[in-house]
């Protein structure tokens, strides 16, 4: 079989189209019609620009002929002290004319050499359940550390509740990075995330501060996407809940929603639904072509779950959350 390649830090556009080529012909065999393909800008944008605290290996093999890639992986190394022991696959795909001739089982024998190398004793992906995906990571050794449901609300005019919060508190927002005055209470927000159900996954939550938030927001906006960002401010200043959603391309009608949550002491108070409607007007405001959100809950994030139902999330389909642990060192 042909070498691998390895993808530099700033990937030409031809090596782009290439990898963009092999994501969209899989997305096109492994998941459902309705599930929007990524846009060239959202891989390009995650070739070039790192998530924060992380290093990127990214790996692909050649098709027989030269033409193009039939298969590629891109793995995360987190470079934060929670993580240094774990990691991210962020793709392991192959073409499906491609599949069955030993080419993932290829890609998947040099990440194992750069994790061993790294020293990360365990490494996890996202991947949809009852496929082809699951079955080979099965059987390279992985099991499902954290089942998950991808739920998808269509934006109507059904959805156009008006946004209630308790007196005294009121609505602050963005879009792109975090503005300076509330870059501090809202990485203490983000510690809410913390208790999120995680099941026996290895990777912990971040620990957020100031700089973290800017650099993660940054990413995003970087890569070419668009990131609004709503959030619930108690009358002492603190931000009580807040959501994160992502349009990965200036095109895209379907966004993505990154995190919501509330802390802890301000739970019970219906914030969590005020902050997803408030999003709704957002989106409307700035002009969006956004007609639906995805978000992923796990399968025991019972009060998330009933937020969800009560705006109109249906479930789509269900994936998890793989591991492998690894020998140690």
């Given at each position: 079989?042909?070498d691998l390649l390895r993808l530099t830090?700033?990937?030409t556009e031809a090596?782009?189209?290439a990898?963009?080529?092999v994501v969209t012909?899989?997305?096109a065999?492994?998941l459902?019609a309705?599930?929007?393909?990524?846009d060239?800008?959202e891989?390009?944008?995650?070739?070039?620009?790192?998530?924060?605290s992380?290093?990127?290996?990214?790996?692909?093999v050649?098709m027989?002929?030269?033409?193009?890639?039939a298969?590629?992986?891109?793995?995360?190394?987190?470079?934060?002290?929670?993580?240094?022991?774990?990691?991210?696959?962020?793709?392991?795909?192959?073409r499906?004319?491609?599949?069955?001739r030993g080419?993932?089982a290829?890609?998947?024998?040099?990440?194992r050499e750069?994790l061993?190398?790294?020293k990360r004793i365990s490494?996890?992906?996202e991947?949809?359940l009852?496929g082809?995906?699951?079955?080979?990571?099965v059987?390279h050794?992985?099991?499902c550390?954290l089942?998950?449901v991808?739920?998808v609300?269509?934006?109507?005019?059904?959805?156009?509740e008006?946004p209630?919060?308790?007196a005294?508190y009121r609505?602050v927002?963005?879009n792109?990075?975090?503005?300076?005055?509330?870059?501090e209470?809202?990485a203490?927000?983000?510690?809410?995330?913390?208790?999120?159900?995680?099941?026996d996954v290895?990777e912990?939550p971040?620990?957020?501060d100031?700089?973290?938030i800017?650099a993660?927001?940054n990413?995003?906006?970087?890569?070419?996407?668009?990131?609004?960002?709503?959030?619930a401010v108690?009358p002492d200043?603190?931000?009580?809940?807040?959501?994160?959603l992502v349009q990965?391309?200036p095109?895209?009608?379907?966004?993505?929603?990154?995190?919501?949550?509330?802390?802890p002491?301000?739970?019970?108070?219906?914030?969590?639904?005020a902050?997803?409607?408030?999003?709704?007007?957002?989106l409307?405001e700035?002009?969006l072509?956004?007609?639906?959100?995805a978000t992923?809950?796990?399968?025991?994030n019972?009060p998330?779950?009933a937020?969800?139902?009560?705006l109109?999330?249906r479930?789509?389909?269900?994936i998890?959350?793989?591991q492998v642990?690894l020998?140690?060192?």
């Amino acid at each position: 079989m042909t070498d691998l390649l390895r993808l530099t830090a700033s990937p030409t556009e031809a090596e782009i189209d290439a990898w963009h080529a092999v994501v969209t012909d899989a997305h096109a065999r492994d998941l459902p019609a309705a599930v929007p393909a990524p846009d060239r800008v959202e891989t390009a944008g995650a070739l070039r620009v790192p998530a924060a605290s992380s290093r990127y290996v990214r790996l692909a093999v050649p098709m027989p002929d030269g033409d193009g890639y039939a298969g590629v992986a891109s793995l995360r190394l987190f470079d934060d002290e929670e993580n240094r022991a774990t990691a991210w696959i962020d793709r392991l795909v192959v073409r499906p004319d491609q599949r069955r001739r030993g080419i993932g089982a290829r890609l998947w024998r040099e990440l194992r050499e750069v994790l061993a190398e790294e020293k990360r004793i365990s490494v996890s992906l996202e991947i949809e359940l009852g496929g082809e995906g699951e079955q080979f990571a099965v059987a390279h050794g992985s099991t499902c550390a954290l089942p998950l449901v991808m739920y998808v609300q269509r934006i109507t005019e059904e959805t156009a509740e008006p946004p209630r919060l308790p007196a005294g508190y009121r609505f602050v927002h963005w879009n792109g990075v975090v503005p300076d005055e509330h870059a501090e209470p809202f990485a203490v927000a983000h510690g809410a995330m913390a208790d999120s159900p995680l099941g026996d996954v290895d990777e912990k939550p971040f620990q957020w501060d100031a700089d973290r938030i800017r650099a993660a927001q940054n990413a995003v906006v970087e890569r070419g996407g668009v990131m609004l960002t709503v959030v619930a401010v108690a009358p002492d200043g603190t931000h009580a809940g807040y959501s994160e959603l992502v349009q990965r391309a200036p095109g895209d009608v379907r966004a993505l929603q990154y995190d919501t949550a509330v802390a802890p002491a301000y739970r019970g108070l219906g914030l969590g639904r005020a902050v997803k409607l408030r999003m709704l007007e957002l989106l409307a405001e700035e002009g969006l072509p956004v007609r639906e959100i995805a978000t992923t809950v796990a399968d025991d994030n019972g009060p998330m779950r009933a937020v969800n139902k009560l705006l109109g999330y249906r479930p789509e389909r269900s994936i998890g959350i793989y591991q492998v642990r690894l020998p140690s060192a």
